[in-house]
């Protein structure tokens, strides 16, 4: 069946340095890739998506490109700031609509 | 975009006993899905509601012991019952979006089961 891995965390960065979260998924047909954020205490948010082979999806300075020779949606920013701290996740939403989701990256970006 | 609020935020029980979730949305949407995440793994869905209907449930999970609600366009409630340690999970709400590909997700509610 579908799924989606993501790299294990927690991963702990200081301000200014680059991350990279690794997110390979398995799929049939062609899903549709996603990146959540969630920041302490609040609800999933969208924060980047592509929906076919080779779109990069970016936002707030993320970027990740829909690889499909690679099955890989890594998770970019060349300076993470504090507030970037939040746990991560990759998701997939596959041809039925179904969205399967990775265990979550958790980011802390200390000063 | 879509608010959603769950109550509540947390709770603690204890075996045997049953927690109802609730689960508001500040727009009237069709469908309404409850995930679960287990600590340190994926969220994993547990049924879809649609509003008048029977809510749909994914394969290992029964309405025995999640029987849900859906009363009306902006509400929910989850209902995890007999609950176990097993249950310590955290429980979230989400909707889709009006957008193609949006989906939208509450804060969660964190069980812990003791």
């Known amino acids: 069946g579908d799924s989606v891995t993501q790299m294990e965390g927690p991963v702990t960065l200081s301000e200014e340095a680059c991350l990279t979260i690794?997110?390979?998924?398995?799929?049939?047909?062609?899903?549709?890739l996603f990146w959540y954020v969630q920041y302490p205490g609040e609800g999933l948010q969208l924060l980047l998506k592509a929906t076919k082979a080779d779109d990069k999806g970016s936002n707030k300075g993320f970027e990740a490109t829909y690889r499909k020779e690679t099955t890989s949606f890594h998770l970019e920013k060349g300076s993470v700031q504090v507030s970037d701290s939040a746990v991560y996740f990759c998701?997939?939403?596959?041809?039925?609509?179904?969205?399967?989701f990775g265990t979550g990256t958790s980011l802390t970006v200390i000063p | 975009s879509a608010v959603i609020s769950q109550k509540p935020s947390r709770d603690i029980c204890q075996r045997g006993t049953s927690l109802t979730i609730q689960c508001q949305v500040d727009s009237q949407v069709t469908m309404m899905f409850w995930y679960r995440q287990q600590p340190g793994q994926s969220l994993t869905l547990i049924a879809t509601?649609?509003?008048?209907?029977?809510?749909?449930?994914e394969s290992g999970f029964v309405i025995d012991k999640f029987p849900i609600s859906r009363p009306n366009l902006t509400f929910s409630t989850l209902t995890v019952s007999n609950l176990s340690p097993e249950d310590s999970s955290i429980y979230l709400c989400s909707v889709e979006g009006r957008a193609p590909d949006t989906q939208y997700f509450g804060p969660g509610t964190r069980l812990t089961v003791l």
């Open positions: 690794n997110c390979t998924y398995t799929a049939t047909g062609y899903p549709s």
């Open positions: 509601a649609n509003q008048g209907s029977e809510a749909t449930y």
């Open positions: 998701a997939l939403r596959d041809t039925g609509n179904q969205f399967y």
